[in-house]
């Protein structure tokens, strides 16, 4: 269950299999003299989904800040297909936990307006029917005229997700997506996140880092599973390998043994091994 250098189960991701996506290399992140995350070393590669799991404080938005060049390591670098990441860029877009609309906008003109910021390149035209695209996508499209006031939490959580589906990008960050969503929209939005993610070609997303406290979330959607240790001077515990095919069925997963010793293994370290006594 060590970190290996295998390949990802997404055909797209053959094409470069050498270089990383995301090549995360001796990083540190320092506050003053409070160290949050020390030595974190780890290669994402083409086509792979990551989600990364830990207990509250150990440094999992801090690393996902970094990826989306909205934080700078104290040491070490990350890069993207080899290039190190100086700040944000139209090739990673990022989903927060607070979803971070903007209220005074409606819906449509949440995604409209990322649009216009992450991919300048676009005409109005093509602005337009991607944006179309994105909140069809997510179910939106009766929805599109209303501010994020007037909606349902999933429903906020759904423009935050259509947004960043709309530009398209490579790499693809989600804090805590799904977080406090009913178990309901949760599946369907994870199914969703699936389908683009899986997709080739217009729309596709070539790579996912996901932060998430819920273990079931992270072996039904990842290829590998990234377990921090609790910080201050967080690392990496352990990287485990989710050796399930796709496309996964909910129900049947769970019955497996694979799903069941790697469900243990995760309870017994985030429970025991690396337990807190909040
Ligand atoms: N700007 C900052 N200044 C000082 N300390 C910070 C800053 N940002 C984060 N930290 C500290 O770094 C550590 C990691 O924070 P981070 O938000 O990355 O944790 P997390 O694993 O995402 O937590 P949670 O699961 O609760 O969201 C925490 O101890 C936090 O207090």
Same mark, same amino acid.
């Given at each position: 269950?060590?970190?290996?250098?295998?390949?990802?189960?997404?055909?797209?991701?053959?094409?470069?299999?050498?270089?990383?996506?995301?090549?995360?290399? +001796?990083?540190?992140?320092?506050?003053?003299?409070?160290?949050?995350?020390?030595?974190?070393?780890?290669?994402?590669?083409?086509?792979?989904?990551?989600? =990364? =799991?830990?207990?509250? +404080?150990?440094?999992?938005?801090?690393?996902?800040?970094?990826?989306? +060049?909205? *934080?700078? !390591?104290?040491?070490?670098?990350?890069?993207?297909?080899?290039?190190?990441?100086?700040?944000?860029?139209?090739?990673?877009?990022?989903?927060?936990?607070?979803?971070?609309?903007? !209220?005074?906008?409606?819906?449509?003109?949440?995604?409209?307006?990322?649009?216009?910021?992450?991919?300048?390149?676009?005409?109005?035209?093509?602005?337009?029917?991607?944006?179309?695209?994105?909140?069809?996508?997510?179910?939106?499209? !009766?929805?599109?005229?209303?501010?994020?006031?007037?909606?349902?939490?999933?429903?906020?959580?759904?423009?935050?997700?259509?947004?960043?589906?709309?530009?398209?990008?490579?790499?693809?960050?989600? *804090?805590? !997506?799904? +977080?406090?969503?009913?178990?309901?929209?949760?599946?369907?939005?994870?199914?969703?996140?699936?389908?683009?993610?899986?997709?080739?070609?217009?729309?596709?997303?070539?790579?996912?880092?996901?932060?998430?406290?819920?273990?079931?979330?992270?072996?039904?959607?990842?290829?590998?599973?990234?377990?921090?240790?609790?910080?201050?001077?967080?690392?990496?515990?352990?990287?485990?390998?989710? *050796?399930?095919?796709?496309?996964?069925?909910?129900?049947?997963?769970?019955?497996?043994?694979?799903?069941?010793?790697?469900?243990?293994?995760?309870?017994?370290?985030?429970?025991?091994?690396?337990?807190?006594?909040?």
């Amino acid at each position: 269950m060590s970190e290996a250098h295998t390949l990802p189960q997404k055909a797209s991701a053959i094409a470069s299999p050498l270089t990383p996506a995301l090549g995360i290399q +001796g990083v540190h992140r320092r506050y003053g003299s409070f160290v949050a995350l020390e030595d974190v070393n780890l290669d994402i590669w083409p086509g792979e989904f990551v989600s =990364i =799991i830990g207990h509250s +404080g150990c440094g999992k938005s801090t690393l996902l800040n970094l990826i989306a +060049g909205l *934080d700078h !390591p104290t040491d070490g670098q990350v890069q993207i297909l080899g290039r190190t990441i100086t700040g944000p860029g139209p090739d990673r877009s990022m989903v927060f936990q607070n979803y971070s609309l903007l !209220p005074w906008l409606s819906v449509r003109q949440n995604v409209t307006e990322a649009l216009k910021a992450a991919r300048p390149d676009l005409g109005g035209a093509e602005r337009e029917t991607t944006t179309d695209h994105a909140l069809k996508t997510v179910g939106l499209w !009766p929805h599109q005229h209303k501010r994020p006031s007037a909606l349902s939490g999933g429903q906020r959580q759904r423009v935050a997700i259509a947004r960043a589906f709309a530009v398209h990008p490579r790499v693809l960050l989600l *804090d805590e !997506p799904f +977080g406090a969503l009913d178990a309901i929209t949760k599946g369907k939005l994870q199914d969703e996140l699936l389908g683009l993610w899986s997709a080739e070609g217009e729309g596709g997303i070539s790579n996912v880092v996901m932060v998430t406290h819920d273990i079931d979330e992270a072996i039904y959607l990842s290829d590998r599973i990234v377990v921090m240790s609790n910080g201050p001077r967080a690392h990496i515990h352990e990287v485990l390998k989710v *050796d399930l095919p796709r496309p996964r069925d909910r129900a049947a997963l769970v019955k497996s043994d694979t799903y069941q010793e790697l469900k243990a293994h995760m309870l017994h370290l985030l429970g025991t091994v690396l337990a807190t006594h909040h």
